[in-house]
């Protein structure tokens, strides 16, 4: 109980930290959402004075820093200048794609990781564990950019799958059912590129723990007392094994919002990434603040998370 | 002996692969700027050997596109007008290395002729020559990026691990907070403070200076823990007891031995930061035109109808892949060496 506050505690803080030093150096930066407005003879400099003054652009930076902080601990992140409303609804419509993506996509990943990683590990040396090497190693070397430009390219010569958005033009004539296969046709894509750029690390990462596992003195006891391989392997072996994976599954929980960024770019799904993209663009600071707090969140949530159910399952920890 | 042979050849091939960049002047026939406004979206010149009366001839000649005459049959080789292809031909001028200035091309044709080995862009500009061009920017982005990271590291972390207490945990805490955050994120919250209407060398050096500056903290959590266990060796505690001063320590002592993991940091490095910049770039938010780099030549592709319809379009990309594989080799057989070493 006292570990768990102690963690909540340094989680806090250093949100703490990564807002204030997000907010500093995004105020940094030469000119703000409205200056191009005064290039513009239609706008008089007194508008933008106005809408400057009424968005509080004109405070000092602590003061605005302060106004940030306390309207986001009541739940507000404050204007989107782009879209004329506030951060809040807009970000959270669009993170409820994001997770929809990131999390079949996770899906997918962690059910081919650990049965291929155990697989793999059990047939070490084998062809069969050095033939799933080779092809981890080189979708590791394929950068993700380069593997989405296929994907892409796959979609576009092909035309099996939707490209682009997460809806058809004509969605809102279906029905629940066909509504659902609509967004899961043009969910596809995407999270199956999304899997296989995470698929490699996860597999190396399942595959490395459980051989560490199989090495142990208790596995090789456990086969002389003649316990089927099966039950040795999901009922000994892998709660072991378990430890490193908790981490990672932790990690990948955390990267939820930010792992997306360029599949969502590039195959156009309406998530987190695109909007984020275009808010830096235009300086639509609020946005962009509230997207990267968001995203820090999930991520030391993801950790936060993994840390206490390690303490939850691993006894050595909890003695400490 | 092995991860020797294994790192041995990675990083010959690392060496030509990047004296074609470095040389890049010499290997493209043309200048990363000249267009041909007639010829956009030209395919790969095809080499050929024979020409139409079936002679074969030792030197290569290409043949320029010109439009067939006859709607919906697009162009077709102009087979009246072969243009042989010359070696260490004068043409534009060029500087390697920003220093020593040449006009001599490996390879070219005579004017009215085009060699696009990998096709040519929108503007009728030749691939070939700004992916070789393109390459000099993002490796000198990576290589800039990776040396500032370490740099950062070797300091904080040689600080924090010799020093200790409240220094140490002070610095590490940073160093997590730099950790937490999804950094393509911070890279693009960065990026957003900086003006976005300067000068494309402000831009590259700003872009690399804070890509370098936000990686600081995981190559500066692995020299902490070297020097952790180094200053406790034997020989390092000898020389403290004789009365050696904290500078000399560290530079004679100390530090040497945090060299393996640097190496290794830099070799893991520099492509996640080339591929940083490639991202960056393709999303326009990094090096802009007239400049290449390979993230420019990539974004042309975001546009649907080069993707479906210029395949060549895509080759910059393919060639990539090779690149990061020779880079993770050599990084996987240092650390192997590295590892066995220490054990």
Not at chain 1, 153 to 162: I, Y
Request: proline letters at 5%.
């Amino acid at each position: 109980m006292k570990y768990c506050a102690r963690r909540l505690f340094h989680a806090t803080l250093l949100l703490l930290g990564v807002s204030i030093f997000s907010f500093v150096i995004l105020q940094l930066a030469p000119g703000d959402f409205f200056s191009p407005m005064r290039l513009n003879p239609q706008i008089s400099s007194r508008t933008v004075t106005r809408l400057r003054s009424q968005y509080g652009l004109d405070q000092s930076l602590p003061v605005r820093y302060g106004h940030w902080l306390h309207a986001v601990l009541k739940g507000d992140l404050g204007p989107s200048f782009a879209y004329n409303s506030p951060v809040t609804p807009l970000l959270v419509a669009r993170a409820r794609n994001t997770i929809l993506l990131t999390g079949t996509s996770m899906l997918l990943a962690w059910m081919l990781a650990i049965p291929l990683g155990i697989w793999s590990a059990v047939h070490r040396g084998k062809w069969g564990d050095r033939a799933g090497g080779a092809v981890t190693s080189a979708l590791l070397t394929v950068p993700d950019l380069v593997l989405f430009l296929v994907l892409l390219l796959l979609a576009v010569r092909t035309g099996w799958f939707p490209t682009g958005g997460m809806v058809s033009a004509s969605f809102s004539d279906l029905n629940l059912w066909d509504k659902m296969k609509d967004v899961a046709a043009h969910l596809f894509l995407p999270a199956l590129g999304l899997a296989i750029a995470t698929l490699p690390t996860l597999l190396r990462h399942v595959r490395s723990a459980m051989i560490e596992v199989l090495e142990a003195p208790f596995i090789r006891a456990a086969r002389a007392h003649g316990i089927a391989e099966r039950r040795v392997l999901l009922r000994y072996a892998l709660p072991v094994a378990a430890s490193p994976l908790i981490s990672l599954f932790g990690f990948s929980l955390g990267t939820m919002l930010s792992a997306s960024l360029l599949v969502e770019v590039i195959l156009s799904w309406p998530g987190i990434g695109p909007l984020l993209v275009e808010a830096i663009v235009v300086k639509d600071v609020y946005v962009v603040m509230g997207a990267v707090m968001l995203s820090s969140v999930f991520l030391v949530a993801g950790n936060l998370f993994a840390d206490l159910m390690l303490f939850a399952a691993d006894p050595r920890i909890r003695v400490e | 002996m092995r991860h020797k042979q294994k790192l041995v050849g990675a990083v010959v091939l690392l060496a030509a692969f990047q004296s074609f960049i470095l040389f890049a002047g010499f290997f493209a026939p043309y200048d990363f700027a000249t267009q041909e406004r007639e010829r956009p979206f030209a395919p790969p010149t095809a080499l050929h050997f024979t020409d139409t009366r079936g002679n074969v001839h030792i030197r290569p000649f290409i043949y320029n596109l010109i439009d067939s005459g006859r709607s919906g049959e697009g162009n077709r080789a102009d087979f009246d007008h072969p243009y042989p292809v010359h070696f260490f031909v004068r043409g534009a001028p060029y500087k390697i290395a920003g220093v020593f200035a040449s006009n001599m091309h490996l390879f070219g044709v005579e004017a009215p002729g085009h060699i696009f080995l990998m096709g040519s862009d929108a503007y009728g500009r030749d691939q070939f020559s700004r992916f070789l061009f393109g390459g000099q920017i993002s490796m000198l982005a990576g290589l800039i990026a990776a040396i500032l990271s370490v740099s950062i590291g070797i300091v904080v972390g040689g600080i924090a691990g010799f020093y200790g207490g409240w220094v140490d945990e002070l610095l590490m805490r940073g160093g997590e907070l730099f950790l937490a955050l999804p950094w393509l994120y911070l890279l693009f919250a960065v990026r957003a403070a900086l003006p976005l209407h300067i000068s494309q060398w402000e831009v590259f050096l700003l872009l690399v200076s804070v890509m370098g500056l936000i990686g600081w903290a995981r190559p500066a959590r692995l020299i902490r823990g070297v020097v952790l266990s180094a200053k406790q060796r034997n020989f390092v505690v000898a020389a403290r007891g004789f009365g050696a001063s904290d500078a000399y320590l560290l530079r004679r002592h100390v530090l040497p031995q945090t060299y393996g993991i640097l190496l290794t940091q830099m070799t893991l490095l520099i492509p996640q930061y080339v591929l940083a910049e490639v991202t960056l770039t393709f999303l326009g938010l990094g090096v802009g035109e007239p400049l290449p780099s390979w993230g420019s030549l990539l974004s042309s592709l975001q546009q649907y109808y080069v993707l479906s319809s210029y395949w060549w379009m895509f080759l910059p990309a393919l060639f990539l892949i090779p690149l990061f594989l020779v880079f993770y080799t050599a990084a996987d057989a240092l650390q192997e060496l590295h590892k066995s070493v220490t054990l």
